[in-house]
């Protein structure tokens, strides 16, 4: 089925997937090498106990028996995994609703993971030992939930997370408002709630009168969804991609997963992604951030520079070539 989707946004909703397939790559080869495990070694005994025991039930017991760093470790890898594992799950069906144009089932399937899943993970990354003794009390166990979490934890949170990824390419007060703000025009807050209820009447987001929320929507009205999903999303996922990975090597395993050639093109099409949508002051800027990126050939490992041509090439064909003629593509995973 061919996309729907105005060509101008073609290369940004590439790059989404390509986010997208590193995360759910990330989540395969921790499978895979068992990152997700925790080692322990248990007497014959004790092997037999736990073979019996699943879930909050073998927490217990790893508690009760002197293995409180081992069960911490091992709920902490398996709420990072799942979460990550959901929050895929719905980046994938907005970004196929998005295709047939389907924009209001988009922006309802993006509420979840990037207002809910996303603060799980952010959590897990600030504050892993305050979110955990939430999550395994009885007592508290509600409290770890997002409409529990007042501003001042949400902009704390938000503002730790990015100074701990490796680049932060937005303002803590954007990405607050950005995904908890009813006020801002330019909030996704506000189009979740559009997008979910066909009548909204909070005064910041209120339905006009003779209007049902995006059930009129034209052509027109579309593309101006479909400009504002693809300046937001890709920024959004690229953090998303960031905050993963910091925790991934710096947490589930001492292993680098990603080359820094899959961080490069990473960088790179979160820049290619923006360029048509910013001013032109804005764009000169890009145009020499990028130009300071060198990209490898994955057959010859000779580098690629960033010229306005090899961007374009990108950014039309999915494809970089080196000096030598081979062709590479821009989305290969690692």
């Known amino acids: 089925m061919p996309y729907l989707i105005p060509e101008t946004y073609h290369f940004s ?13 990330m989540v395969k080869e921790g499978e895979q090498k068992r990152h997700f495990d925790v080692k322990l070694n248990p007497s014959s005994e004790e092997t037999k106990v736990l073979q019996k025991f699943h879930g909050n039930e073998l927490y217990e017991w790893l508690q009760e028996n002197g293995h409180q760093k081992e069960a911490d470790l091992l709920t902490y890898k398996q709420i990072f995994v799942a979460t990550l594992a959901d929050f895929l799950q719905f980046i994938f069906n907005a970004l196929r609703s998005s295709e047939k144009g389907h924009l209001s089932v988009t922006f309802s399937l993006l509420r979840k993971p990037l207002k809910e899943n ?35 934890t949400k902009r704390r ?29 330019h909030s996704l807050e506000r189009l979740w709630q559009k997008a979910t209820h066909i009548v909204t009447s ?38 998303v991609f960031q905050v993963c990975r910091t925790i991934y090597e710096q947490v589930i395993t001492s292993e ?39 990209l490898k050939c ?19 064909e999915g494809s970089y070539t080196c ?10 995973l690692p």
């Open 256 to 294: 680098v997963i990603f080359s820094d050639e899959s961080w490069d093109r990473a960088l790179v099409g979160n820049m290619i992604s923006m360029y048509n949508l910013m001013q032109d002051d804005e764009m000169e800027c890009i145009q020499d951030q990028l130009l300071d990126i060198k």
């Open 157 to 185: 949170i938000i503002t730790d997370v990015l100074k701990k990824i490796p680049l932060s390419l937005m303002e803590p007060d954007f990405l607050y408002n950005l995904r908890y703000s009813k006020r801002e025009i």
């Open 298 to 316: 994955q057959i010859c490992g000779k580098e690629v520079s960033l010229t306005q041509s090899m961007q374009k090439q990108i950014q039309f």
């Open 118 to 152: 996303l603060f799980i993970l952010e959590s897990l990354l600030s504050e892993p030992k305050e979110f955990l003794q939430k999550f395994n009390s009885s007592v508290s166990y509600n409290e770890a939930a997002i409409d529990k979490q007042n501003e001042e």
């Open 323 to 332: 000096v030598e003629g081979h062709r590479n593509e821009f989305f290969e």
């Open 202 to 239: 909070c005064q910041h987001y209120q339905t006009e009168s003779g209007n049902l929320n995006f059930v009129f929507s034209d052509i027109n009205a579309k593309k101006e969804q479909w400009r504002y999903l693809y300046f937001i999303l890709p920024q959004m996922l690229f953090y």
């Open 13 to 25: 909703h590439e790059y989404c997937f390509f986010l997208h397939d590193l995360m759910v790559w």
